[in-house]
């Protein structure tokens, strides 16, 4: 079974700074991957995927991930954060295109300081 | 296009009790999936259907259960409440073979 690890649980950025949020996980074959944010007390919001191909993604709101096969790894990456990124980030992991399962991570809470 | 959408948004059960959540899928999607969040945690997998049948289920007892209408929408009951069950309900749909899932904003439960 497929599972998520985000190693930091809470991250605290100045804003215009640079933002990296880490994510593990662990599965057997080429993973789907996924980054989604939340804020408080709403749903989940897409921010990318990845599914082959280039190991960059680049995805909404400025962010990209790199996966990273040999490391099992897809970190979140953005250049210069914004006080509108404060939010909850989760990566998430599918076991590929018959199988919509996903499997969270716990979350990283990104608070952006002035 | 409409997205995922939810309802109620938020409700309070006592211990007990039974609740049925809603939940519209996007359209053109057939494929629906439940989670469940406690406050603090990352969305945990309670089952999914696809086609109006259940396609997959995660380490949830028997008392919650689900169904999917032809229309693609689909409801999760969950019985004999227990406190513990208090959390953010979310609801996702998606299109086979594509495997990114859309969700809605949610259902908080709580169970007092």
């Known amino acids: 079974a497929q599972s998520v690890t985000q190693p930091d649980i809470h991250i605290t950025v100045s804003e215009g700074a640079s933002l990296e949020l880490r994510c593990n996980y662990s599965?057997?074959?080429?993973?789907?991957l996924f980054w989604y944010v939340q804020s408080p007390g709403q749903g989940l919001q897409l921010l990318l995927k990845?599914?082959?191909?280039?190991?960059l993604v680049q995805g909404i709101k400025g962010f990209e991930a790199e996966f990273k096969r040999s490391q099992s790894s897809f970190n979140l990456r953005k250049p210069s954060v914004h006080w509108s990124d404060a939010a909850e980030y989760f990566c998430?992991?599918?076991?590929?295109?018959?199988?919509?399962?996903?499997?969270f991570g716990a979350g990283t809470t990104v608070t952006v300081r002035a | 296009e409409t997205g995922v959408t939810q309802s109620p948004t938020h409700l309070i059960k006592t211990r007990g009790q039974q609740v049925t959540l809603r939940c519209s899928s996007q359209?053109?999607?057939?494929?629906v999936s439940w989670y469940q969040q406690a406050l603090g945690q990352g969305p945990q997998f309670i089952f999914q259907?696809?086609?109006?049948?259940?396609?997959g289920r995660g380490n949830f007892p028997p008392r919650f259960s689900g169904l999917q209408f032809p229309n693609y929408s689909s409801e999760l009951n969950v019985n004999a409440l227990e406190l513990d069950d208090s959390a953010l309900y979310l609801c996702?749909?998606?299109?086979?073979?594509?495997?990114?899932?859309?969700f809605g904003q949610g259902t908080r439960l709580t169970v007092v």
């Open positions: 990845y599914f082959s191909g280039d190991t």
């Open positions: 996702a749909s998606s299109f086979r073979p594509v495997t990114e899932a859309f």
């Open positions: 359209s053109g999607h057939n494929t």
């Open positions: 599965y057997g074959a080429t993973p789907y």
């Open positions: 998430a992991v599918g076991a590929g295109s018959n199988d919509y399962k996903l499997s």
């Open positions: 259907y696809y086609r109006e049948e259940e396609n």
